[in-house]
Structure formats: structure tokens, C-alpha cells
């Protein structure tokens, strides 16, 4: 029951997000992009407490599938209509690939800052061709194109597409790569190596690509495959960070990879433990390094690649941050919370002089519980510091 009232206390206006949902995907195109019915409370209904669309320290984008929760990202960075809020290209992936949603998330990153929407195949969900036809992207630029097709995503016909095909997860984020460094008119200093056959380990990396324009590019557990060793060799010895343990990408990868750059292994055992790794990590100017309180953060299930990819975006503007994970079952794992502890804000005198984390909450109360939001809200409230404490 109290979870039943939580989803029916969305108010009106209280996260941007979900009218943005609303807007771009309809009620009818796509119904759980609304969360509950939408429907006011009855006479003399308890309203909850916390709404389960936004708290004071998280905002949810409230939908379960992932071309709804990809379409409501992409309209939360391009909110308006005017030329100044519309990107230049818009990514196209099909849903049927996890890997090309999260090596086309480096497209997001300067120069095209292009956000992600999913087809299913050669078909556009309503959710995806709402939001397309809300961002109208300009095709302005080196790229030229309004629209950039990853495998065997659709082609919108109306639109001005650009493909990058590949046979293989391999070769698709290697042609990737290669067309990011020739728009960027670089190769970038770095590449993350993730693991093509463990989705929840390789999620973290889509957000830093975001951000960065550092490319993804994939192995298999025991076999460094051509094409990501040729794509590497293009980079001219890059620094070469491999995501995930020895368990998904083996040791022997690790060697051959050390004969074509520097390698730097980040992670750790499980899915939850190897993306605060990742996100504490930093070398020079690779990694987040977030070990103090003042940044932004993504949460979503780890059982849901394709919203790494999805969810991009919000990682490469506005609040900056890393993705964590939650369980498969939506709760919060503790090596989570207490990484959310070790970063909590603090004030000495005044909170308005002290610094804030926000986190978006991907997905809805199936993927990310109402109980998990409450907790993470109440974990990245700015608290006052004692004396007591600072000297502990």
C-alpha cells in the first residue's frame, strides 16, 4: 500500500523530467513514461511524503522501457525548441544491441554532443519518434548529418542519416571510434576496453565517453578481437583502461593489450563494487576521481544495459557524473550507500556556502524502489559538520 501511494503522489510540475516524458512520448504512445495512472488522489487520500517523480536531492526519469527512459533523457539536456536547445545530430541504436548503445554513447561528447534514442530494429517506438521529432536536430556542422544510424537501428526517411555499420559488436565500436576521432579531428589519448559479454560491468563506461569522447571499444573474456586491437593501433599507443575484473576480461587480454599502450586495470567483482571503482577512479585526465561531495551522479538497475546508453546524456551535461548500479531486484546495494556516505556533503555554519550532490534516478519503482530513492535522497542531503565529527 505505501508503495501504491508513493507512485500516485507525482505532482504537477515537481519534475521537469516527467512533463518532459509526457511531452515528447504521450500518454498514449507510451503509458509508462507517466508512472502511475496520473490521476489526481481521491477525497480524503493520504498523499505521500516524498513524490516518487523528484526529492529534494534526486529526480526520477520514470519510465520502463528503454526507448522511454532514452527519449526522456535526450529531452532533459534538448528541452527546448529554439535553435540554442537543439542538437546537431541525433544517435539512432537498435535495442537489440546493448554494446552499440553503449560505444555510440561517445557521440555525445564534444564536437556533436548527439543524444541517444532506440529503435527496435528497422520500427522507431513512439517514444523515440516523438522525441526525434521534438529535438529536430539541425545537421549542422562538420557532421552534416541529422541523424547518425548504428547498425541496424532505422532509418528515419525524412531525415538526413549518416550509417556506421559492423558486423560484429567489435568492428561496430571500432567504426564508432574512428568516425568520433574524424569528427574531433583527434584521436583521443584513451581508451576503455569493457567486456562484450557482461553487460552490467561495461555499463559504467557510457557515461564516461559521454563526457570524456574517450571511445569504448570491446572484448571477449580470453580473445582480444582484430578489430578493437586494430582500432587501438590507430590511437598510436593510447593509455588503455580496462573496466571490469580478471574475471570478464582475463589476463592474458590484459598482456596482449600491453603491447599496444599503457594498461591500467580498473574494477571489481561485482557489478555495483566495479562502478563506484570506476568512479572513483582518475589518472591525469582520465577518470572521475569523484571522492568528495559536490557532483552529480546516475543510478540505474544493473540489469538494464541499454540504459547506460540511454541514460548518457545526463552524465555529459548538466550535473556531471558517473552511473552506479542498483540490484537486479531495485535496492540499493551497501557498498552503494556507503559510497554515497563518503561523499555526502557538509557545512560548517551555512548550507547556502556549501557544495550539493543530485543524483537522477533512471527508470521506475521496478528498477530503482521508491525505499532505494528515499534512502539515496537522505544520503546526498548536506548535513551539518561537529566538531566531534571532524575530528573522528
Not at 209 to 223: P, T
Request: glycine share 10%; with cysteine.
Amino acid at each position: 500500500m505505501e508503495s501504491i501511494k508513493l507512485r500516485r503522489s507525482l505532482l504537477l510540475g515537481v519534475a521537469v523530467v516527467t512533463a518532459l516524458a509526457l511531452a515528447s512520448c504521450g500518454r498514449a504512445g507510451d503509458a509508462e513514461t507517466t508512472g502511475a495512472s496520473g490521476a489526481s488522489p481521491a477525497p480524503g487520500q493520504t498523499v505521500a511524503a516524498i513524490p516518487s517523480a523528484a526529492t529534494k536531492n534526486t529526480t526520477r526519469i520514470w519510465a520502463s522501457s528503454p526507448a522511454s527512459i532514452a527519449a526522456s533523457a535526450a529531452r532533459a539536456v534538448y528541452p527546448a525548441a529554439g535553435a540554442s536547445q537543439r542538437p546537431l545530430s541525433v544517435v539512432l541504436a537498435d535495442s537489440a544491441s546493448w554494446q552499440s548503445t553503449i560505444a555510440g554513447a561517445v557521440l555525445m561528447a564534444a564536437p556533436l554532443h548527439a543524444p541517444m534514442l532506440l529503435t527496435a530494429g528497422a520500427k522507431i517506438p513512439a517514444p523515440s519518434a516523438a522525441a526525434l521529432s521534438a529535438l529536430a536536430p539541425t545537421g549542422a556542422g562538420k557532421n552534416g548529418a541529422q541523424v547518425i544510424r548504428l547498425g541496424t537501428a532505422a532509418s528515419p526517411t525524412s531525415l538526413k542519416s549518416l550509417s556506421i555499420g559492423g558486423s560484429d559488436p567489435f568492428t561496430l565500436a571500432a567504426r564508432i571510434d574512428a568516425y568520433q576521432a574524424r569528427i574531433a579531428g583527434r584521436w583521443s589519448n584513451a581508451v576503455v576496453i569493457a567486456s562484450s559479454e557482461s553487460p552490467a560491468m561495461a555499463m559504467p563506461a557510457a557515461a564516461w565517453a559521454a563526457k570524456s569522447g574517450d571511445s569504448v571499444l570491446f572484448s571477449g573474456r580470453d580473445e582480444l578481437p582484430a578489430a578493437t586491437a586494430a582500432a587501438i593501433k590507430a590511437h598510436g599507443k593510447p593509455k588503455i583502461y580496462i573496466l571490469g575484473p580478471s574475471s570478464v576480461i582475463s589476463e592474458n587480454v590484459a598482456r596482449e593489450l600491453a603491447a599496444l599502450g599503457q594498461v591500467t586495470r580498473v574494477g571489481a567483482k561485482t557489478a555495483s563494487a566495479n562502478a563506484i571503482a570506476f568512479a572513483r577512479f582518475s589518472d591525469g585526465d582520465f577518470g572521475w576521481g569523484i571522492i568528495d561531495p559536490g557532483h552529480g551522479l546516475v543510478l540505474t538497475n544493473e540489469a538494464a544495459p541499454l540504459t547506460a546508453g540511454g541514460a548518457a546524456p545526463l552524465s555529459a551535461s548538466g550535473s556531471y557524473g558517473p552511473l552506479l548500479l542498483v540490484g537486479r531486484d531495485g535496492s540499493l546495494p551497501p557498498d552503494v550507500a556507503n559510497y554515497l556516505r563518503d561523499i555526502r556533503p557538509g557545512y560548517s555554519s551555512d548550507p547556502v556556502r556549501g557544495v550539493y550532490n543530485h543524483a537522477w534516478i533512471i527508470g521506475d519503482p521496478v528498477a530503482v524502489t521508491d525505499r532505494a530513492q528515499a534512502t539515496i535522497d537522505g544520503l546526498l542531503e548536506i548535513a551539518p559538520v561537529t566538531k566531534e565529527a571532524a575530528n573522528r
